[in-house]
């Protein structure tokens, strides 16, 4: 089993900045592909950003290229959110998947409590 909690979450105006953190607890970290989800109100939840277990490879939704950034270390994972638009508000959940190749997977089996965000305009 591996525990992830996420903290970082709060209210930014429009142009402001975040960064959310992803702690790993309970497997041995390293072998896990880390992800960000959201889920705004009344919508689906909906992929973010994926990092692979070596930290070579990663993946975005169209919607956050160039203005967010994923990164992780040997504990934890990492979002960096830049230029927040109040579409970017959201319940933001870490997950993580046992990865044997080093890909930025869009399925995961292990998921964190979320973190609520908060974009004003």
């Known amino acids: 089993q591996v525990q992830l909690v996420e903290s970082g979450g709060g209210l930014v105006q429009a142009g402001g900045s975040l960064r959310l953190s992803c702690a790993a607890s309970?497997?041995?970290?390293?072998?896990?592909?880390m992800g960000w989800f959201r889920q705004a109100p009344g919508k689906e939840r909906e992929f973010v950003a994926a990092?692979?277990?070596?930290?070579?490879n990663t993946r975005y939704a169209d919607s956050v290229k160039g203005r967010f950034t994923i990164s992780r270390d040997n504990a934890k994972a990492y979002l960096k959110m830049n230029s927040l638009k109040p579409e970017d508000t959201a319940v933001y959940y870490c997950?993580?998947?046992?990865?044997?190749?080093?890909?930025?997977?869009?399925?995961?089996?292990?998921w964190g409590q979320g973190t609520q965000v908060t974009v004003s305009s």
């Open positions: 997950a993580a998947v046992r990865s044997v190749n080093d890909y930025a997977p869009l399925v995961y089996d292990y």
């Open positions: 309970g497997r041995a970290f390293s072998f896990y592909a």
């Open positions: 990092i692979s277990w070596s930290g070579r």
